[in-house]
DNA sequence: CGTGAAAGGGTTCACTC
DNA sequence: GAGTGAACCCTTTCACG
């Protein structure tokens, strides 16, 4: 779907509140509110808008420990992989999971409320993931950034090459 | 904050759905709009919900590529990281960055719209960050699962230990 | 593709229990 | 803390430019 600076404004503030009414859209964007409605319908129904939600604190549910776990497989097999990722969509803590390229198969994010609760995540979810050969904790110690997606604007203003 | 089952409710189908309008998300609760719409005054206010946000497709915005970027500083002095962390909050391309326990300092992840633009941001942005010794890239070659946030039934459903 | 108006519905008070 | 009702504002939709 092609975009013009009136989807990206929309887009922009969207990512920023996510509950904005239409009418403050239209405001923000400079539309009259049915205009931007037409608009938004057709960002939701295309996909460019995948959903809303909200940023809840991890703190108030109790989530004070974030773990980047790298993990090695015992093979590439198609089975292999679909198993474990099988396996991984199981468990609630895992927050974030990419097959990468490199020295390991995967990279996970993992949400622990503290480290005994990251001791029963490691034993119970982890370790119990199939084809596993190799696990590697490391925890963040700070987040300094966390996003959800790169801003709008950086999409467009950034040279192409 | 104390949260009951109606927070958790409440946490839930706005995780769900963030543009859900007062009146659903009553029905849905159980609660009369009212008392809704001063619980979820008090969940925003007191900082349990950080915001609401838009899930934009990455691939609409031309990203279809995530790089997982390993960093490690010449140095932990205070001073160091400060001036690293810095310039990584300037660079829109990264999404995420983590100060971690480990072999690395840092974990990254970077947005990228294809192979090239990911050159340029590694020449223009990842080199060019202060005190770095080493930088790893991987590739996310499929994302698995990409959360914001813990499900908040997990939260409370999880043995404490 | 944008505008304006009307109908239907949501939000938010003060008030009450 | 929760429910009720009313005023006000927003969203949706449709005909029209």
Known sequence: MDLDDIDRAILKALQNNG?????????TVGLSPSACSRRLDLLEKSGVIEGYTARISPEAL????TALV???L????????AEFEEAVRRCP???VCYMVSGQYDYI???AAKDLKD???IHRDWLSALPHVVQINSSFALRPIIERLNVDVDAAFTAPTA
């Open 93 to 95: 803590n895992i927050i």
């Open 74 to 81: 015992s093979g590439q097999f198609a089975r292999t992989l």
């Open 19 to 27: 509950r904005i009414t239409n009418a403050e859209l239209a405001e």
């Open 62 to 65: 109790g989530y004070k420990m």
């Open 108 to 110: 996970l994010r993992v």
């Open 70 to 72: 790298h993990i090695s």
């Open 118 to 120: 990251y001791e029963r």
